[in-house]
């Protein structure tokens, strides 16, 4: 049986989709950042010499999108050097190469969602150096490089936006948060088997390479999302006010509208990821136990 190659071994969607390959009986190497530095060619070389995937599935990123903005040649190194590196070994090797990517790649002021081929003009740094990774797999690999962009990840196994709100709605009485956002809210197991769904299609030949949007169906805004958050904790949503961007200014931009479509994944046969509301619905209690471990009880004077 093949063997793929996992890179960000330690992070929440690397942990996914190693939890995604093995339900499947599929044997993956996941190797620590200490072991495989994607930035590195020898590195690189030598892991894909030694364990010889048939697929490499990279979910190693900068994904500190603020910090990029002052370290971007820092970012660059790991989003775009990296990926390029990685397709130049997975070009020597005969290996289908899945890598991850952002909807930062846009602008963010559509009005309609994001067709795989409109045109990309980040407005960040970590945009900038996702585009240039995205390049990079694509020019290097137009037969067997895939590009799958996915937006406002969520999962158990990393700090992120829905664990947040489950924290600090044991903590403040009300929040304010930002309503003039709009998004896709994706769960990254659904994500990861998305991932191994096009990999397979890779090495079948029934997935077209290319770029392909991961991100759950439907949309909503960062309140919306919180809303449905408190409802399912049990809490009063109305404890959720709507607040615009300019209350929370970041050094990176942050896109208006970060919907993105799915048609590609449509006509290669694959069906998109379902709603956001059913995704969260269903991973929900492992956020929760995630983020409030057996004993930890809030306050119920706050519901």
Known sequence: MSTWLVTGGGGMLARDVRARLAADGIEAVAPARAALDITDPESVHGTLAEH????????????????????????????????????EACKEAG???????????????????????????????????????????????????YVVRTAWLYGEGGGNFVRTMIRLESQRETLDVVDDQRGQPTWSADLADLLVRIGRGGLEGTVPPGVHHGTSSGETTWFGLTREIFRLLGADPERVRPTTSEAFVRPAPRPAYSVLGHDGLRSAGIEPLRDWRQALAEAFPKLLAAERPAGDTPDATRR
Request: with cysteine; aromatic share 6%.
């Open 95 to 145: 290996a289908v190469l899945v890598h991850v990517s952002t909807d930062y790649v846009f602008a963010g002021d559509a009005e309609t969602p994001y067709a795989e081929d409109a045109p990309t003009a980040p407005r960040s740094a970590y945009g900038r150096t996702k585009e240039a990774g995205e390049r990079a797999v694509l020019e290097l690999l137009p037969e067997s490089g």
């Open 52 to 87: 010889r995937p048939a697929v490499v599935v990279n979910c190693a990123a900068w994904t500190d999108v603020d910090g990029a903005e002052t370290e971007e040649a820092a970012a660059h190194a790991v989003n775009a050097t990296g990926p390029r590196v990685l397709a």
